[in-house]
């Protein structure tokens, strides 16, 4: 909490100077003295910054507790949970609780069309994201079915993955998008074959006792650097057809990375819960 503003002993020696000046004050002490009282107490009440002390709003406690950061911003900062290092996937399995089933090849964990969606082992709520994705160098297929896969937030959530190169589809359906919600801001894909990143910080919604919804999802999302959502207010979870509904979910749920029969890639995937 920043401090109210004091009078110095000096401005208060100041007024009683200046009150002597006031030829009615000068013979009615009482009245005198209750008038520089009010005054200080006025002055009190007055925001730090009008009292002329930097100090007054200068905040030392708490302190930020220490992070080191990678060596670039894509490399895990100290505190982050890897989920994914290019080898060790022993952070997934399969959605159906079977084993990891994906293949991990060439320091990339890629679909194998048709093997399930894979999701995390721990659940997540409130977090910043990154991953990085890559669809199929050689392009086949058109609009959703070209490079197709997802990335959701508490397995619900679809930041939707696709190549969007020169590939036309729905705008809320294309890569950056939140699936059937909203379009990106800029279509900033690279070309197919190339790693692509997203960095996402995640609100996650809360639930009241009665199970109605107390506050929506928000989501930012960076591709490649480039602000792509911002702070944008999911409508529920995806949803093919129809409009999104939210329904209670649990404060933490795995993350789940979406088998749509394509053959994308995951690699240096890691997560900072907030
Ligand atoms: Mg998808």
């Given at each position: 909490?920043?401090?109210q503003?004091?009078l110095?002993l000096?401005?208060?020696?100041?007024?009683?100077y200046l009150?002597d000046?006031?030829?009615?004050?000068?013979?009615?002490m009482?009245?005198?003295?209750?008038?520089?009282v009010?005054?200080?107490h006025?002055?009190?009440?007055?925001?730090?910054q009008?009292?002329?002390?930097p100090?007054l709003?200068?905040i030392w406690?708490?302190?930020?507790r220490?992070v080191?950061?990678g060596?670039?911003?894509?490399?895990?900062p100290?505190?982050a949970?890897?989920l994914?290092?290019?080898?060790?996937?022993?952070?997934?399995?399969?959605k159906?609780?079977?084993?990891f089933?994906?293949?991990?090849?060439?320091g990339?964990?890629?679909v194998?069309p048709?093997?399930?969606?894979?999701?995390?082992k721990?659940?997540f709520?409130?977090?910043?994201?990154?991953i990085?994705w890559r669809?199929?160098?050689?392009v086949s297929?058109?609009?959703?079915g070209?490079?197709?896969s997802?990335?959701?937030?508490?397995g619900?959530?679809?930041?939707?993955v696709?190549?969007?190169?020169n590939n036309?589809?729905?705008?809320?359906?294309?890569?950056?998008s939140?699936?059937?919600?909203?379009?990106?801001?800029?279509?900033?894909?690279?070309?197919?074959g190339q790693w692509?990143?997203?960095?996402?910080?995640f609100?996650?919604?809360?639930?009241?006792q009665?199970s109605t919804l107390?506050?929506p999802?928000?989501?930012?999302?960076f591709q490649n650097?480039v602000l792509?959502q911002?702070?944008?207010e999911?409508?529920?979870?995806?949803?093919f057809i129809?409009v999104?509904?939210?329904?209670?979910h649990g404060n933490?749920?795995?993350?789940?990375?979406?088998?749509?029969?394509?053959?994308?890639?995951?690699?240096?995937?890691w997560?900072?819960?907030?």
């Open positions: 909490m920043i401090n503003g004091r110095s000096r401005q208060a020696l100041v007024i009683c009150s000046l006031v030829p009615a004050l000068k013979n009615c009482k009245l005198k003295w209750l008038l520089i009010l005054f200080i006025l002055c009190s009440q007055l925001p730090a009008q009292n002329g002390d100090k709003t200068e406690k708490p302190v930020p220490v080191s950061p060596a670039t911003p894509s490399d895990a100290s505190d949970i890897i994914f290092n290019g080898k060790d996937a022993a952070s997934w399995q399969n159906n609780g079977n084993a089933n994906w293949k991990v090849e060439s990339a964990m890629t194998v048709n093997a399930g969606d894979i999701q995390t721990e659940g709520g409130d977090c910043q994201l990154h990085e669809t199929p160098a050689e297929g058109e609009g959703q070209r490079g197709n997802g990335i959701f937030l508490m619900r959530y679809e930041l939707q696709l190549d969007s190169y036309n589809t729905y705008s809320n359906g294309q890569a950056g939140i699936y059937k919600q909203h379009m990106p801001a800029v279509n900033v894909c690279k070309p197919p692509q990143t997203y960095d996402i910080v609100t996650a919604p809360l639930f009241n009665d107390k506050s999802a928000r989501i930012t999302v650097g792509i911002n702070n944008v999911l409508w529920g979870p995806m949803q129809g999104p509904k939210y329904e209670k933490k749920e795995s993350l789940l990375l979406q088998d749509h029969h394509n053959a994308v890639s995951y690699r240096n995937i997560i900072r819960p907030l």
